[in-house]
C-alpha cells in the first residue's frame, strides 16, 4: 500500500473539508445515505432472536436492499422479486445462510448467500455486503466494484486482485486492508467504513 499517497489524500481532504465528515458539507451528503437509519434497520431486522421466522428475515433483507443508496437501482427490483417468488425452504436457506454470516460461520454463510444468489445471476459484491455493512459499520465494510478497483489500482496494493464473483477470501483480506488504511490517517475520516471508502474513492478520481 502507497501511504505516502493515503497522507496526501487525508491533507487534500481535510484542507476541503476541515473535521472531515463533520464538516457540513459531508454531513449534508451523509443525510442523503441515512447511515443511522439503515444501521438501525439491519440491527432490529437481524437480531439473532429474529432468526426463528423466516418468512420476517426475508422481509427484512428485502427492505435493506431497497432503502439502500448503496445498491444500484437495477440490482434492487431484481432482489425483491427473487426474495420474494421463494417458496419456503428457499427462504429458509437465505435466513439461515444470513444468520451464518451475521451470527455464526461468516465465511459459510458468506458463500452460502452467493450460492443462492448465483441461481438467478444476483451474486453481486453490493448485494452480499450491504447486510454486513449496516449490521456491523464500523468493522465491516460495503464492496461497490468500480470504488475497489480504484482504491485497489490508486493505492497500490499488492497481492489483492479483485474478482467480479464475490468470494470471502477477497473479501477478509479487503476488509483487512480498510481497517489498517484507517488506522493511518484522522479519526474524522471514518464514522464508519463505508464512509471511509467514500473518502478513498474521492482521491482516487
Known amino acids: ?4 499517497r493515503l497522507k496526501e489524500a487525508e491533507k487534500e481532504f481535510l484542507k476541503m473539508y476541515p473535521g472531515g465528515f463533520g464538516h457540513p458539507e459531508m454531513q449534508k451528503l451523509a443525510k442523503k ?8 434497520l439491519a440491527k432490529e431486522s437481524f437480531a439473532k432472536e429474529k432468526f426463528d421466522d423466516h418468512d420476517e428475515i426475508v422481509k427484512g433483507m428485502i427492505q435493506v436492499v431497497t432503502r ?11 432482489f425483491r422479486d427473487f426474495a420474494k417468488a421463494l417458496d419456503s425452504t ?25 450460492e443462492i ?18 449490521y456491523r459499520p464500523k468493522k465491516e465494510i460495503f464492496v ?6 480504484g482504491i485497489i489500482g490508486y493505492f497500490e496494493v499488492e497481492g489483492l486482485e479483485y474478482n467480479a464473483t464475490p468470494s470471502y477470501a477477497f473479501y477478509k ?19 464508519s467504513n463505508a464512509a471511509f471508502c467514500g473518502f478513498l474513492m474521492m482521491t482516487c478520481v
Not at 33 to 40: I, S
Not at 68 to 78: A, L
Not at 95 to 114: D, M, Q
Open 33 to 40: 445515505h441515512q447511515p443511522e437509519k439503515m444501521a438501525a
Open 117 to 134: 444468489l448465483k441461481k438467478r445471476k444476483l451474486a453481486k459484491w453490493t448485494l452480499v455486503t450491504a447486510f454486513l455493512s449496516y
Open 90 to 114: 428457499g427462504k429458509k436457506k437465505m435466513a439461515l445462510a444470513l444468520k451464518e454470516l451475521l451470527h455464526g460461520k461468516e465465511a459459510a454463510g458468506f458463500e452460502s448467500l452467493v
Open 173 to 191: 483480506k479487503y476488509r483487512t486492508l480498510i481497517n489498517k488504511m484507517k488506522k493511518e490517517v484522522d479519526p474524522s475520516l471514518s464514522p
Open 144 to 149: 461497490k466494484p468500480t470504488t475497489t478497483k
Open 68 to 78: 439502500s443508496s448503496m445498491v444500484s437501482v437495477f440490482e434492487k427490483p431484481k
Open 1 to 4: 500500500m502507497n501511504k505516502k
